[in-house]
């Protein structure tokens, strides 16, 4: 079974103001928003700005992306806890979402939607619209090359608490998993949460289930690795010929990290990196040997979308 | 990806390691060196006023003289050093800023060591004063110790850039389950020196127990190494010597000078508390970093037998704690002391006290 990734939703401004903000979206480039009924008609009425309706009642609710550095904990790691929406748009890939991200957090969110390919409404502040904009019309450049996405866990859902927390781990772990109905042979890792081997009840531990997972995967096979960074989350797209990686980073709304390094499985000897806010950027220490491509993305920023192309 | 992998633990409860690295070792190596087994220790009671820790640049470069004298067998300064160094040499010095602007390899020691490597003919473009972290080189100034030219890095600009490590040089372990599993060494280790002067301070180590020769050129070398040690039971005790055993860093790291004219005797690293600090006032010589840190076993377990402080030897887990202290008899780690002897079997040094050849200098 394949997927096609479904990348090509544009997410959308929520606006629940009346038309006397126009001035505040106009200054921000803002030109669609989406606007709550009662809103509707005095919308329509005005120019420079259209609308859609959309009523938040019926939208599934997103907390914003973020993560929490957790200061006050004694630990060498440093790994800091990244509030992703991953898991919440695997499960509902149908769903239609709903954001309330403030500041520049509003364009992490627009871009974690966009990469997960749902429905999304973002729902910002003054200072969050320009970048939301910024963002969108970045997301709108990105041209759909429509590949398969890759993963070779079979995660089988079974809606409860428990599969939510582990898939939400997986995710922060980039562990690169797809939900199946039943085990899929095709697969090089088929994980049932209550089975035998993934057991929930009694003392449930979903970060040791998470471990577990690796474990049995083994790097080795992971599609992708990324080092130099606890808070960039990747999904990966592709086939033989071409890879796409699309690479969230949750600080990115407060600062950029560094640079990461990247390790994708299998040979792509050219590239393009296309970074959110960023003219253009070249790659460091790029190697595409037998095995895998290694390349390092200097000052990564809330989102870059690398392309690996095969081929000589 | 440039070498087949080398896996190197073998104990069951050991992390495995995988090491890549494109270098082989050298012929001779720089590591143990020429003198395996001997250390040369100096001690100068005028060269650090303790009251107000004053470095007298003149006694120290007494220290470095008859130091690398005895070490030598030379009567020339000149030929001491061209011992270790040509004028083709790129030659990096290895400092220590953990605890600086407190602690650290003090500038006026740093400075005698350049001005020893130009009177041989080394220009000073060809010499790199380096460390891993800027903020902490930044407060230390070694550039205004130096001539003009002298070259003064730092691996990390911004804290956590992995561009100023080589990548094709790393070791690969899984700790804890953390995502980054690897550790890069300096980019200019493995690409522009020909040669490294290790240059560490005494210090007692939380984690590691002690920390000197081997956790410079170690820990002080390779990115992402703080994971070693995130719980009581830390990593450090194969993690040091496996790290300092990757080429080409025991090849190309020639000579080891210890700083002990100030010392920390715990709640190392670090120095934030004036009163685990103590002065030494000592230098060690040599080219086997494992048997100059054998000794600074014994300085450190001397000075907490004077403060009362239990060994860093003692493993016991009623002196655990989750949180830092300011209490001499409790830690929040398992001090690993045994790395050092660990590094000897990886073939770094001699750790058997009774075969290492100790010459003292008292001026």
Redesign the interface.
């Known amino acids: 079974m394949i997927f096609l990734w479904l990348a090509t939703l544009l997410p959308v401004l929520y606006w629940d103001a009346g038309p006397e903000t126009a001035a505040v979206l106009q200054k921000a480039g803002i030109t669609h928003i989406a606007v709550p009924p009662a809103l509707e008609s005095q919308w329509k009425r005005l120019k420079g700005v259209s609308t859609s309706v959309v009523d938040i009642k019926g939208l599934t609710e997103a907390p914003v992306p973020s993560i929490q550095r957790n200061l006050n904990e ?6 800091p806890w990244i509030d992703s929406n991953g898991w919440r748009f695997l499960r509902e890939p149908k769903a239609r979402f709903y954001t309330k991200a403030p500041g520049a957090a509003a364009a992490l969110a627009a871009a974690e939607a966009f990469v997960f390919g749902v429905e999304s409404f973002v729902q910002t502040d003054e200072a969050g619209l320009e970048p939301l904009r910024r963002m969108i019309e970045f997301l709108r450049q990105i041209e759909d090359l429509k590949l398969p996405e890759r993963a070779n866990i079979g995660f089988i859902d079974d809606g409860s608490e428990e599969s939510g927390e582990i898939m939400n781990l997986m995710i922060r ?2 562990l690169l998993f797809r939900i199946v109905a039943a085990p899929d042979s095709s697969l090089d890792l088929n994980v049932r949460p209550g089975s035998k081997e993934y057991p929930v009840a009694g003392g449930f531990d979903p ?1 040791a289930t998470a ?1 577990k997972i ?1 474990s049995e995967l083994t ?1 080795a096979r992971r599609f992708l690795r ?5 808070v960039v989350i990747a999904r990966i797209a592709g086939n033989q010929k071409q890879v796409r990686v699309y690479l969230l980073n949750y600080g990115g709304s407060s600062r950029s ?5 990247l390790r994708v499985l299998g040979r792509y000897p050219r590239h393009r990196i296309t970074m959110f806010g960023t003219p253009q950027v070249e790659p ?2 790029y ?1 595409a ?1 037998t ?2 491509t ?1 390349l ?1 993305i ?1 000052k990564l920023t809330a989102f870059t979308v690398v392309d690996l192309l095969a081929g000589p | 990806m440039a070498a087949a992998p080398l896996l190197v633990s073998t104990e069951p409860k050991l992390p495995q390691y995988q090491v890549v690295t494109p270098y082989k070792p050298a012929d001779p190596r720089g590591v143990p060196g020429r003198y395996e087994g001997q250390v040369v220790r100096v001690h100068a009671d005028k060269s650090i006023v303790e009251e107000t820790e004053k470095v007298d640049p003149q006694v120290v470069r007494r220290m470095v003289s008859e130091g690398m004298k005895s070490l030598t067998g030379e009567a020339d300064e000149r030929d001491v050093w061209a011992r270790f160094f040509s004028p083709k040499d790129v030659v990096g010095i290895k400092v220590n800023c953990s605890g600086a602007p407190n602690i650290m390899s003090c500038p006026e020691l740093v400075a005698d060591i350049v001005t020893n490597l130009v009177a041989i003919g080394l220009p000073p473009r060809q010499i790199y004063i380096y460390e891993k972290f800027q903020n902490q080189m930044n407060s230390v100034k070694y550039e205004s110790y130096v001539p003009a030219g002298v070259n003064v890095w730092a691996a990390e600009s911004q804290r956590g850039s992995v561009a100023g490590y080589d990548p094709g040089v790393h070791v690969e372990a899984n700790f804890f389950g953390e995502e980054d599993t690897r550790s890069s060494l300096v980019r200019l280790v493995s690409e522009k020196l020909t040669k490294i002067i290790n240059v560490p301070n005494m210090k007692e180590h939380q984690a590691a127990g002690v920390t000197g020769c081997l956790k410079n050129i170690a820990y002080g070398h390779f990115s992402n190494v703080d994971r070693s040690h995130r719980s009581a039971k830390t990593n450090t005790y194969s993690f040091i010597g496996t790290l300092a055993a990757v080429e080409p860093i025991p090849s190309k790291t020639v000579l080891h000078i210890m700083d002990g004219l100030r010392g920390v005797w715990h709640a190392g690293p670090f120095s934030t508390d004036k009163k685990f600090r103590f002065f030494p006032k000592k230098m060690m010589f040599g080219t086997d970093p494992v048997a100059m840190d054998r000794l600074l076993i014994d300085i450190i377990e001397e000075k907490r037998r004077q403060e009362n402080a239990p060994s860093i030897f003692d493993r016991s887990k009623e002196r655990l704690i989750t949180r830092r202290s300011q209490d001499a008899n409790v830690n929040q780690f398992i001090r690993e002391p045994g790395h050092i002897e660990y590094a000897a079997g990886l073939g770094l040094g001699v750790y058997d006290i009774k075969q290492i050849r100790i010459r003292s200098i008292e001026l």
């Open positions: 004694a630990s060498a790691t440093r790994r772990k980039n970060e471990q690796r790097d990324i080092y130099g960074s606890e990290v560094s640079d990461v390094r460091l220490d190697v040997d095995q895998s290694e390092t200097p």
